[in-house]
């Protein structure tokens, strides 16, 4: 049995993408509101009565900036009893991969537990004396972006233990329309890589759990979910386009527009054989290395004239990660019309001029087998990489890049909650 409940409720703006009012330009256009601005207009009434835990992290604030935690604790309407955190811990201040602790606050008694400690899922202990769960984080629809993987196994749980499950819908910043790469092979699942979707894939966190919910991609069952909806968004709505308050939803993810970069850019660094700016002032706006002539291959990537992007030369000193105090070279992306630019492909286009140039800098070759495994999982398969070391030719990707892609719309489309 499939169970869906939407909650349709009057807001007033949006957080994780966070507006606040006095920022927002006067447009005419009605302010989007996030499921917790409209959450909190009701006066948390759908929690009322109901032992609460919060899956949140700093993302989670309402129009004013204030945290959910703050406004649960105020309202005495819901009883908050335990906070849950994804990877990088609640403040959102910790390394990716770098593993978190539980504790508990000292002024409210409240447990702070880690889903990204011994274990990624809502154990026992975590759930004690709770009636529902509340998921609140800020996404940035991307598939290995490991917050919608902690979201499926909050879900699995809440299926288990027949826990309800609100999830406060936020905004996707890549907007509703963009969809790229391959869906994931299951052969290839891991915790940067669950379901069967797009490396990019055009949903709002709360559709995607519609999704997940619905498509049997849940053991042992479908949960009790509902959805609270933002209102006045739209799906060609990008954050980064919007007068807004952004909270970076992890430490490189800065600007409502990195995650356009990271699409860009961040399967490459999985390789580690090249910088993607992580570790510098601007994260996966470069790919660059010690070895490379930055004049060269900025010359030979604008010829390639992609459309709706410019590459430019540019030489850093990493701060740390791969290259660390060394001097490295290469390009920075620069976007001129983001809706004309195939993302995941750009960094395939480098690596085929990258190959061209420096024949004896194979990063195949040069990568680990951890290294070329994570790369791997991060493309939800391992055709690509076979298929591209053949000949180093990012145009011999399009028929795997694309073949899902119209027929994953046609599925996604039953689960939109807005046009």
Known sequence: MKLRNLTFLLPLIFAGCTIVPSLVKNTGEKPILSGLDVLGRENYLKLKGKKVGLITNQTGVDQNLIQNVDLFLASPNVDLIAVMSPEHGFRGTVSAGEKIHSLIDRKTGIPYFSLYGK????????????????????????RSYTYISTLGLVMETAAENNIELVVLDRPNPLGGLRVEGNNLDPKYKSFIGMYPIPYVYGLTIGELALMINESNWLEPRPCHLTVIKMENWKRE?????MKMEWVPPSPHIPTPATPFYVVSTGILGELGVFSNGVGYTNPFHTIAAPWIDENEITVRMNELNLPGVVF????????????????VHGVKIHFLDRKKVNLISLQFYFLEIHQHIY????????????????????????????IFSRRFKANDLNGLFFKDVNKFRES???YYLYE
């Open 312 to 327: 430019r030369p540019v030489s850093y000193k990493p701060y740390y990660g791969p290259y660390e105090g060394k001097d």
């Open 237 to 241: 709505t990008l954050c980064m386009d």
């Open 119 to 142: 274990s990624k899922k809502p154990t026992k202990e975590m759930l004690q004396g709770i009636d529902v769960l509340v998921f609140d984080i800020q996404a940035i629809g991307v």
């Open 359 to 386: 024949p004896n800098k194979n990063p195949f070759q040069m990568a680990s087998e951890n290294q070329i495994n994570m790369f791997d999982k991060a493309l939800g398969t391992d055709e690509i990489r076979k």
């Open 412 to 414: 996604a489309r039953k």
